[in-house]
């Protein structure tokens, strides 16, 4: 089996309160400016995760719980305080409606620009473009700047953009929910068929009848942490219970 992604014993800490009173500074600059004044927590602490390609994984777990925060590092746009992150293939990720888009752009300027930052050449974008138009949908609006956008015609765009870089590693943030019942049927049916085509994919959602259809792993996280990593339908069970 060859891994596709293999996270190592990361951890992140965010800081938790951003604001201090007045009174605490001066206590804490009178200390000697002993000790850290912003107060931080542990969003992932310790996690290892190793997913082999071909696997479909969820990310499951509470609001809060990190499933985002690990997407994040698993796409590379956040890095960890310690561990490591490793990637093999080409790896596309939908984790913010929006990312990657310029608003001032057209929609055809931002196929291209999205496409170079999936690692696309020009020639590819330009072959695949009327493809990524045409599932997308977006019709006439492709030349009207996306700050015109609403968050499920950017959905459409940056779905049909991701799938048409043909990835090995296909990374889903909750994003699907804006999208209207007919296209996320789309965007199911092409996921599906990515996973049959025999490519990695994570998906974090708390749909879980839909999670249990298209994963067969399922990653439990709580406060930071694996809680379970097993069969899908018995972290949902554990999720439900
Ligand atoms: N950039 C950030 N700065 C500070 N705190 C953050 C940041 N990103 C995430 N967090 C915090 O880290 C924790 C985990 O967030 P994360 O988005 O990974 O949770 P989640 O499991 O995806 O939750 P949800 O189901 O609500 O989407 C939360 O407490 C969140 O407030």
């Given at each position: 089996?060859?891994?596709?992604?293999?996270?190592?014993?990361i951890?992140?800490?965010?800081?938790l309160r951003?604001?201090?009173?007045?009174?605490e500074?001066?206590?804490?600059?009178?200390?000697?400016?002993?000790?850290?004044?912003s107060?931080?927590f542990?969003?992932?602490?310790?996690?290892?995760?190793?997913i082999?390609?071909?696997?479909t994984?969820?990310l499951?777990?509470?609001?809060?719980?990190?499933?985002?925060?690990?997407?994040?590092h698993?796409s590379?746009?956040m890095?960890?305080?310690t561990?490591?992150?490793?990637?093999?293939g080409?790896?596309a990720?939908?984790i913010?409606?929006?990312?990657?888009f310029?608003?001032?752009?057209?929609?055809?300027?931002n196929v291209f620009?999205n496409?170079?930052?999936?690692g696309?050449?020009?020639?590819q974008?330009?072959?695949?473009f009327?493809?990524i138009?045409e599932?997308?949908?977006?019709?006439?609006?492709?030349?009207?700047?996306?700050?015109f956008?609403?968050?499920?015609m950017?959905l459409?765009?940056?779905?049909?953009?991701?799938v048409?870089?043909?990835p090995?590693v296909f990374?889903?943030?909750?994003?699907?929910?804006?999208?209207?019942e007919?296209?996320q049927?789309k965007?199911?049916?092409?996921?599906?068929?990515?996973a049959?085509?025999?490519?990695?994919l994570?998906?974090?959602?708390?749909d879980l009848?839909?999670?249990?259809?298209?994963?067969d792993r399922?990653?439990?996280?709580?406060?930071?942490?694996?809680k379970?990593?097993?069969?899908?339908?018995?972290?949902?069970?554990i999720?439900r219970?």
């Amino acid at each position: 089996m060859v891994t596709a992604i293999e996270v190592s014993d990361i951890s992140k800490q965010f800081v938790l309160r951003h604001t201090r009173s007045l009174k605490e500074a001066v206590v804490w600059l009178a200390k000697g400016r002993k000790g850290d004044l912003s107060e931080k927590f542990h969003a992932l602490k310790n996690v290892s995760v190793e997913i082999d390609a071909g696997e479909t994984v969820a990310l499951l777990g509470l609001n809060g719980s990190g499933k985002s925060t690990l997407l994040k590092h698993i796409s590379g746009v956040m890095l960890p305080d310690t561990g490591t992150v490793k990637t093999r293939g080409r790896v596309a990720g939908l984790i913010e409606v929006g990312a990657g888009f310029h608003p001032d752009l057209s929609g055809r300027d931002n196929v291209f620009l999205n496409g170079a930052i999936l690692g696309m050449t020009e020639q590819q974008i330009n072959d695949k473009f009327d493809d990524i138009v045409e599932f997308s949908e977006i019709g006439q609006f492709i030349d009207t700047e996306v700050k015109f956008y609403s968050s499920g015609m950017y959905l459409r765009l940056a779905f049909s953009v991701a799938v048409h870089t043909d990835p090995e590693v296909f990374l889903i943030d909750e994003i699907l929910a804006v999208g209207d019942e007919p296209f996320q049927r789309k965007c199911i049916d092409k996921i599906q068929e990515l996973a049959r085509d025999g490519k990695t994919l994570v998906v974090v959602s708390h749909d879980l009848d839909l999670v249990s259809r298209i994963c067969d792993r399922g990653i439990l996280m709580e406060h930071g942490n694996v809680k379970f990593d097993g069969p899908i339908h018995e972290a949902v069970s554990i999720l439900r219970a």
